[in-house]
C-alpha cells in the first residue's frame, strides 16, 4: 500500500456553486471596472466549496440541493460578496428562483483527507469584528 494513499474521510460533503450565464451577465453590468475578456470558466477557475452535513443529513444530490436552498440567501451574498464588496451594487430584489437561475449546485459526497496533520480552522467572524484574534482551532 502507497504510504500517500488516500486514508481518512471526514464527516462532511462538499457542495461547490457553478456559475450560469445570468450571473456573468449581472456582473458584466454592475461591475464598474469589468474584465472585457471574462467568460464563465474564468468565473470557475478557483470558485469556493462549503462543507456541509453528511452522515445521514446529506446523503445525496437532492438532499444537498435542498439543504443549500434553505440557506439561499447566506449562499447567494457569499457568491455576490466573492466578486463585488460594495453591497449597493447587488442585485436588491433576490429571489430563490434568481439563485437556482444563477447557479447550479453541484455535490460530493466523500471527502478525503489526504494530509496527516489537524485542520486549521480560520474564523471569519473575528476578522470582520476588527479585532485580531491569535486563537485558530485545530481539529483532530
Do not use: C
Amino acid at each position: 500500500m502507497m504510504s500517500d494513499a488516500p486514508r481518512y474521510t471526514v464527516n462532511r460533503s462538499i457542495v461547490t456553486l457553478r456559475y450560469q450565464q445570468p450571473f456573468l451577465d449581472w456582473l458584466m453590468s454592475a461591475d464598474p471596472e469589468p474584465l472585457s475578456d471574462l467568460a464563465l470558466a474564468d468565473l470557475e477557475s478557483d470558485s469556493d466549496a462549503f462543507l456541509i452535513p453528511g452522515d445521514g443529513v446529506v446523503d445525496n444530490a437532492q438532499d444537498a440541493v435542498k439543504w443549500v436552498e434553505k440557506r439561499w440567501r447566506m449562499f447567494f451574498e457569499q457568491m455576490l460578496g466573492e466578486w463585488l464588496l460594495d453591497e449597493s451594487l447587488w442585485p436588491q430584489k433576490r429571489t430563490l428562483k434568481m439563485f437556482r437561475e444563477w447557479f447550479t449546485v453541484e455535490y460530493r459526497s466523500m471527502v478525503w483527507d489526504l494530509v496527516n496533520a489537524p485542520i486549521m480552522v480560520y474564523d471569519w467572524e473575528d476578522e470582520n469584528d476588527g479585532n485580531v484574534h491569535d486563537h485558530d482551532e485545530i481539529l483532530h
